[in-house]
């Protein structure tokens, strides 16, 4: 009889464990999602605000800040399209961002499990 209690106590202290150790993973990796999908949207807000505009040094300190943050957090596609942008603008003056501000959406609007949109940006400046 008491063989069955220790076995049996055994048993649920295991699987509280192992739940409880589970949970906390899954929580890590969702606040490490999370934290990876606020830096991205404000990456692309930043880029966002500068395109299309007049040179400014807050404007450059924008878009410095959230090349980084890609490089930082981005994915591959995302990392290679902030350097394309990065290196054409150091060698030809200014740039496109639509290719990045494209696939940072595409990507975002998928990590929030939104529709798709069309590809196409548009600029709104008053």
């Known amino acids: ?9 055994s048993i649920v202290i295991i699987g509280w464990l ?3 150790l589970l949970t906390r993973h899954r929580e890590r ?3 490490r999602q999370d934290k990876r999908t606020e830096y991205l949207i404000n990456a692309y807000r930043k880029l966002e605000s500068s395109a299309n505009r007049d040179a400014t040094r807050e404007m450059a300190n924008n878009i410095e800040s959230a090349i980084a943050d890609i490089q930082l ?5 995302q990392i290679n399209f902030a ?12 740039a496109s961002l639509d290719n990045l501000l494209i696939q940072l959406r595409e990507d975002l609007r998928k990590e929030l499990k939104l529709s798709k949109v ?4 548009s600029y709104l400046r008053i």
């Open 1 to 9: 009889m008491n063989i069955e209690i220790l076995v049996t106590a």
């Open 18 to 20: 192992v739940a409880h």
């Open 29 to 31: 990796i969702g606040k």
């Open 73 to 77: 957090f981005g994915n591959e596609k």
């Open 83 to 94: 350097n394309i942008f990065s290196k054409s603008l150091a060698e030809k003056g200014p």
């Open 118 to 121: 069309p590809r196409e940006i």
